[in-house]
C-alpha cells in the first residue's frame, strides 16, 4: 500500500463500480446490500416483536418463528433483523469516524510535515503496540456498554492504519511535479487539497474504510459477546453471550439455532465486508492483485 | 539517519517505557474518572445496620484507604504498589489479584505459544513450497485459501468449530481445561486429556495465525529465491530442499521472527474471546467473569499483566529485528 506509483488507464476510472467487481465482490455487495435492506425494513419484515416474547420459550424454527425462539420466547429472526441495524450502525460509523479522521490526519502531517507530524507519528507508534481488545475491554468495563462508547472507543484506536497510508501517500504526492508546478502557479492548499490530493486519496481512504467497518463489527461482536455490549440493544454478539450463558446449552438442541443464526448473520456480513475490502484493494492498487 | 544499535535500542525502550506509563495512568485514571464516590452507598459491616454513613466515618474509610490524600500522593502511592507486584484485591474471588492471576496465567500461555509455535512452522512450511512452486497448482490452490482463512475472526471460527467438532460430532469436550475429579491417572493420562481440552483452542488460534505467517513467509522466500545467490546454487546443482533449508529460510526468517512476536498483541486479543468460546479457564476467561461481577481491580490487573506482556513482546521485536538486520535504521519503521 505505499503505492510508488498509481496510474490508471483511461477506461478504467470511467466503467462503473460493478463492473470492475470480481464475482466474489459482485456477491459479498449484494449480501451487504441485503443486510442494510433488513436492517431498514426491519419492522416490515418482522410479524413478531424483537422485544417481547411472543410464542414458547425455546422453540425450534417453525412457520411462526423461521429461526425459533430464546430462552424467554423472543422471536430469533425479529432480533437478528434489528440486530442487524447495531452491526452496521457501528460498522458504519466506526468507519466513517475513523476513515475522515484518520484521512485528515493523515493529510495534515504529511502536508505539513515537521513537529505536527513528528508528534502523530509518535502518537500512533505508541497507539498501534497497545492490544486494542484488552483495552476496549476495560474502557466498556469502566464506561458502562453503550453503542456510543463502543463506537467512540473503536475509532479512536482503528484511525491509525488509515492516517499512516494516507500519510506516505501524500509524502509521495506532494514531491510530485504537477503539485510543485501549480504551487508554482499558486494554488493555495485548499485548492490542491481539493483539486490534486483528495481524488488521488479517496480510494485509498474508502478502502481504508471498508477495512474498518469489518474491523468495527467484529469488535462490536467481540464485545457484547463478553457481555460488554449495550443491553437495551441486542446485537448479534449479545443474543450469543445469552445463549452461551444458557447453562449446559450443548446439552439440548437449542444452540442449532439460538447460536447458529446471530453466528450465520455476522460471519456473512464480516467475510462479505473481507471480499468487497479486498476487491476494491486491488481497484485502488493494482499491483496488489499481481503477486 | 546513522545511529549506533545500542542508542536505537534505547530509543525504543524509552518509548516503550513511555506507553507503559500511560497504561499504568489510564488504569490509575478509570476508576477515579467513573461517576459516584465509592463510599456513597458503602454498605455495613456484617451484623451493622447502617442506611447511610455519617461524614466521620466516611472520612475514615477516606483516610483507610488513602483517598483522603491529594491525587499525585495516591498515584505515587499505587505506582510503589505495581513496583512491588501488588495489583490490590479482588472483591469476588477475596484474594490477592496476582494470586489469582499467577493460577490462570499458565493456561492462557499454554494455548497462546502453542498457538504461536504451530502456526509459524505450518504457515513458514507453506509459505515457502508456495514461493518455490509459484503459480504451479499448489501455489494456485493455496493462496486464495490462506487469504480466506486469514480473514476470519478468532472466535467465529472457534464457535464453528465448536458447533461441528464439539457439539455436533461430540469428537472434543464442550469447555474446561481438563476433567474435573480425573483423579490420578498417571502422568501420560493428564498429559492426554489437557491436550485434549486444548485441541480445539489452539487450532482456533493457529488457523487464524497461520494466514498471515504464510502471506508473510510467501512474500519473503520469493524476495530471496529470486537473489542472485540461490541461481548460483541452483547452477552448482544443489536439491531444492537444501536451497530452501540452507540458502533461503535463513535468510527470510527477519520479517517472520519479527511477525511472530508482533503478532503476540493481536493473539492476545483472539485468545480472550477464544477461551470465552470453550470455556477455557484462563485470563479471557477469567476477564469475562470480572466484567460480568463488577470486580475492578480484578479488570485492571489483567489489564496490566496482558498489556505488558504485549508491550515487552513487541519492544524483543524491535531488538531482534535490528539484531537480525543490522542495515535497518531508526528511519525504518518495523511494520506490524
Not at chain 1, 470480481?22 to 449484494?30: F, T
Not at chain 2, 461517576?35 to 459491616?45: E, K, V
Not at chain 2, 492462557?108 to 497448482?137: D, E, P, Q
Not at chain 2, 477455557?280 to 480484578?298: A, C, I, K, N, T
Request: with cysteine; proline share 5%; charged share 15%.
Amino acid at each position: 500500500m505505499n503505492g510508488l506509483e498509481m496510474t490508471y488507464p483511461a477506461t478504467r476510472r470511467s466503467l462503473p463500480l460493478w463492473h470492475m467487481l470480481s464475482g466474489s465482490g459482485k456477491l459479498a455487495l449484494l449480501i451487504l446490500l441485503l443486510m442494510a435492506g433488513v436492517a431498514l425494513a426491519a419492522p416490515l419484515l418482522c410479524r413478531h416483536s424483537h422485544r417481547i416474547a411472543s410464542g414458547p420459550a425455546l422453540a425450534a424454527p417453525s412457520l411462526v418463528h423461521p429461526m425459533g425462539t430464546d430462552e424467554l420466547g423472543v422471536d430469533l429472526w425479529a432480533q437478528i433483523a434489528y440486530g442487524a441495524r447495531i452491526s452496521l450502525l457501528v460498522g458504519a460509523a466506526t468507519a466513517l469516524l475513523a476513515g475522515v479522521g484518520g484521512a485528515a490526519v493523515g493529510i495534515v502531517s504529511g502536508y505539513q510535515g515537521g513537529l505536527a507530524d513528528r508528534l502523530t507519528m509518535r502518537l500512533i507508534d505508541i497507539l498501534l503496540v497497545l492490544p486494542d481488545l484488552p483495552v476496549m475491554i476495560v474502557l466498556a468495563a469502566f464506561f458502562g456498554p453503550s453503542v456510543t462508547t463502543i463506537i467512540v472507543v473503536l475509532a479512536a484506536f482503528s484511525w491509525t492504519a488509515t492516517a499512516r497510508i494516507i500519510r506516505s501517500r501524500v509524502l509521495i504526492l506532494k514531491e510530485r511535479r504537477y503539485i510543485k508546478a501549480a504551487e508554482l502557479y499558486g494554488a493555495g492548499t485548499l485548492y490542491l487539497l481539493r483539486r490534486h490530493f483528495l481524488p488521488e486519496i479517496f480510494p485509498l481512504a474508502a478502502v481504508g474504510m471498508i477495512r474498518l467497518a469489518g474491523r468495527a463489527i467484529v469488535a462490536e461482536a467481540g464485545l457484547s459477546f463478553l457481555g460488554l455490549g449495550d443491553p437495551t440493544s441486542r446485537s448479534w454478539g449479545l443474543i450469543m453471550h445469552h445463549a452461551l450463558s444458557f447453562k449446559g446449552i450443548y446439552y439440548t438442541d437449542f444452540w442449532k439455532w439460538w447460536l447458529v443464526f446471530p453466528w450465520l448473520a455476522l460471519t456473512l456480513v464480516v467475510t462479505s465486508l473481507a471480499l468487497l475490502g479486498r476487491d476494491l484493494e486491488k481497484l485502488a492498487d493494482p499491483r496488489i492483485g499481481r503477486s | 539517519m546513522e545511529m549506533k544499535a545500542t542508542e536505537q535500542n534505547r530509543r525504543r525502550f524509552f518509548d516503550y517505557l513511555f506507553t507503559l506509563f500511560i497504561v499504568v495512568s489510564l488504569n490509575f485514571a478509570l476508576p477515579r474518572l467513573m461517576p459516584g464516590d465509592p463510599f456513597l452507598y458503602l454498605s455495613g459491616d456484617h451484623g451493622e445496620e447502617i442506611a447511610r454513613f455519617s461524614t466521620d466515618q466516611i472520612d475514615a474509610y477516606r483516610h483507610q484507604y488513602g483517598l483522603d490524600k491529594p491525587w499525585p500522593a495516591q498515584y505515587a502511592a499505587s505506582l510503589f504498589a505495581l513496583l512491588r507486584g501488588d495489583l490490590g484485591y479482588s472483591i469476588y474471588y477475596n484474594k490477592e489479584v496476582s494470586t489469582i492471576l499467577l493460577n490462570r496465567l499458565p493456561w492462557t500461555l499454554l494455548l497462546v505459544l502453542s498457538a504461536v509455535f504451530f502456526s509459524t512452522v505450518i504457515g513458514c512450511l507453506l509459505g515457502s513450497l508456495s514461493a518455490s512452486f509459484r503459480g504451479k497448482a499448489l501455489d494456485r490452490l493455496l493462496y486464495p485459501l490462506m487469504i480466506a482463512v486469514a480473514e476470519i475472526p478468532a472466535f467465529l471460527l472457534g464457535l464453528m468449530l465448536l458447533f461441528f467438532l464439539a457439539a455436533g460430532l461430540r469428537l472434543f469436550p464442550l469447555s474446561g481445561a481438563m476433567t474435573h475429579f480425573a483423579g490420578t491417572a498417571g502422568f501420560w493420562h493428564t498429559f492426554v486429556d489437557i491436550a485434549h481440552h486444548a485441541f480445539l483452542p489452539v487450532l482456533t488460534l493457529t488457523m487464524v495465525r497461520t494466514g498471515a505467517m504464510y502471506l508473510l513467509a510467501r512474500n519473503a522466500m520469493t524476495t530471496v529465491l529470486a537473489r542472485d545467490y540461490v541461481r548460483t546454487a541452483r547452477a552448482k546443482g544443489l536439491s531444492t530442499a537444501r536451497i530452501l533449508a540452507r540458502h533461503s529460510l535463513r535468510n527470510a526468517m527477519v520479517p517472520i521472527v519479527t511477525r511472530v512476536f508482533l503478532s503476540l498483541g493481536g493473539l492476545v486479543g483472539g485468545a480472550i474471546l477464544v477461551e470465552n468460546v470453550f470455556a477455557y479457564p484462563g485470563l479471557g476467561r477469567l476477564m469475562r467473569e470480572s466484567v460480568l461481577v463488577h470486580d475492578y481491580p480484578m479488570i485492571q490487573g489483567i489489564f496490566l499483566l496482558v498489556t505488558g506482556a504485549v508491550l515487552s513482546a513487541n519492544f524483543l521485536a524491535d531488538c531482534i529485528y535490528r539484531r537480525l538486520d543490522p542495515r535497518i535504521g531508526l528511519s525504518t519503521e518495523v511494520q506490524p
